[in-house]
């Protein structure tokens, strides 16, 4: 019902800048939250940055000044903007978006497949 389309994920040099993208489409009453995860072996899957429905944004401290969170207009699409690659960066990243698929608005987190950011000289 809903669908997450992530592309932007590679394998870069320190230094080096990707742009994830995550395209969210299907039927979908609203859209609330919408945010980026990631995750290492054997390390819990950390919050890296969230935009919510007002349009504030939060990034965790490891990134902040390198990161940026965005979406467009309609949210149909949320991006993550990562300039300053480090090697502890490396990770798969995950889209997640906060919808409601029914008119009673009840929220839920939906969850792309990932993609894997590498960043290694």
């Known amino acids: 019902q809903v669908q997450l389309v992530e592309s932007g994920g590679g394998l870069v040099q320190p230094g080096g800048s990707l742009r994830l993208s995550c395209t969210v489409s299907g039927t979908i009453f609203s859209v609330n939250a919408m945010a980026w995860y990631r995750q290492t072996p054997g390390k819990q899957r950390e919050l890296v940055a969230v935009m919510y429905s007002d349009g504030r944004t939060d990034h965790v401290d490891s990134v902040k000044g390198r990161f940026t969170i965005s979406r467009d207009n309609a949210k149909t699409s949320v991006y993550l903007q990562m300039n300053s690659l480090k090697p502890e960066d490396t990770a798969v990243y995950y889209c997640?978006?906060?919808?409601?698929?029914?008119?009673?608005?009840?929220?839920?987190?939906?969850w792309g497949q990932g993609t894997q950011v590498t960043v290694s000289s």
């Open positions: 997640s978006v906060e919808v409601a698929v029914s008119s009673d608005l009840r929220l839920y987190w939906h």
